[in-house]
């Protein structure tokens, strides 16, 4: 059975940070200790029930695609074994297929996202603008409608509590200059084009992904945090796809609609999501999983 982390505790090691979904742990030798909780996140609110199994299922669809896309894009992974560096008597099980260890990188202050698809805020920028991120888009395109080649949008990093902002490609130039913002541009786009042709042979649409990068010491680029999970990415059964609508995703989409049915004000504490819900967002997250990665969780 999957297993079930809603807070991990690490005694010895030093957290440098505890975001939505993971805790970050720093180790020596520039080296980073990162778990895969199975917190749940909506509107920006962590939720108080998790998900089992969640943050399992992110960490192997992160590491099938970094390992699928190493040829294109270095990443942050290293090989080193989990039992080397977790502290004594820990559970290894509880944690070995959700933790990884990685490079400790410099990140890039952006959110590198790679759009096939108009939909989400994309689709709401379109409408108010005719453009989105400063790129003009043809006249007359409706709700998911695929766009004529793949575009980079990149957004802000927002502070925990607030919401991302999307922004100009020269807004990113301004705060990284022209030679890295170049780097993400090209290797979002780049690993956003293999994972799309790769998935549409397996039935499911990539409508759009988020990827985070860093720099090491030398100003080397590498792919980090996640990799084409449900969580940073909208997956679309392409047998369920038509434009002019919002397709069902293997995402946290029924988290969305009941918590839209609810007297909740989108502030913390959010409410207590029923089991059923719960059941039906693990159900959707482990059936990308096995269709992308040909991976079966308990």
């Known amino acids: 059975m999957p297993t079930s982390l809603?807070?991990?505790?690490?005694?010895?090691?030093?957290l440098?940070?505890?975001?939505?979904?993971?805790?970050?742990?720093?180790?020596?030798n520039d080296r980073l200790l990162i778990v895969a909780t199975d917190r749940l996140s909506a509107f920006d609110v962590v939720l108080p029930n998790p998900i089992p199994g969640k943050g399992e299922m992110l960490t192997q669809i992160s590491n099938f695609w970094f390992a699928q896309t190493a040829h294109l894009v270095p990443n942050h992974l290293l090989d080193v074994p989990l039992a080397e560096v977790l502290p004594a008597g820990t559970d290894l099980a509880l944690y070995e297929k959700r933790a990884v260890v990685a490079r400790r990188l410099k990140p890039v202050p952006v959110e590198a996202i790679a759009r096939g698809y108009l939909i989400g805020s994309g689709w709401k920028d379109y409408q108010a603008t005719g453009s989105l991120c400063g790129i003009t888009l043809p006249?007359?395109?409706?709700?998911?409608?695929?766009?004529?080649?793949?575009?980079?949008?990149?957004?802000?990093?927002?502070?925990?509590?607030?919401?991302?902002?999307?922004?100009?490609?020269?807004?990113?130039?301004?705060?990284?200059?022209?030679?890295?913002?170049?780097?993400?541009?090209d290797a979002t786009l780049e690993i956003y084009r293999w994972a799309a042709a790769y998935a549409a042979e397996r039935g499911i649409i990539i409508a759009d992904t988020k990827f985070e990068f860093g720099t090491d010491a030398d100003g080397k680029l590498y792919v980090m945090d996640e990799m084409l999970t449900p969580d940073s990415s909208r997956f679309w059964p392409?047998?369920?796809?038509?434009?002019?609508?919002?397709?069902?995703?293997?995402?946290?989409?029924?988290?969305?609609?009941?918590?839209?049915t609810?007297?909740?004000?989108?502030?913390?504490?959010?409410?207590?999501?029923?089991?059923?819900?719960?059941?039906?967002?693990?159900?959707?997250?482990?059936?990308?999983?096995?269709?992308?990665?040909?991976?079966?969780?308990?």
């Open 139 to 185: 006249a007359g395109l409706q709700q998911a409608q695929q766009l004529p080649a793949p575009i980079f949008t990149p957004s802000t990093k927002a502070a925990v509590g607030d919401h991302d902002e999307n922004v100009s490609y020269d807004a990113v130039v301004a705060v990284v200059g022209s030679e890295l913002a170049g780097k993400v541009r």
């Open 238 to 260: 392409a047998d369920q796809y038509r434009v002019g609508i919002s397709p069902p995703s293997y995402d946290k989409q029924f988290v969305r609609d009941y918590l839209e």
């Open 16 to 28: 440098i940070h505890r975001g939505k979904v993971r805790d970050v742990y720093a180790l020596s």
């Open 262 to 298: 609810q007297d909740w004000n989108k502030q913390a504490p959010g409410p207590v999501i029923p089991d059923n819900v719960i059941a039906a967002t693990a159900a959707k997250y482990a059936e990308a999983l096995q269709r992308l990665a040909g991976i079966k969780l308990d």
């Open 6 to 14: 809603l807070q991990s505790n690490l005694p010895g090691l030093e």
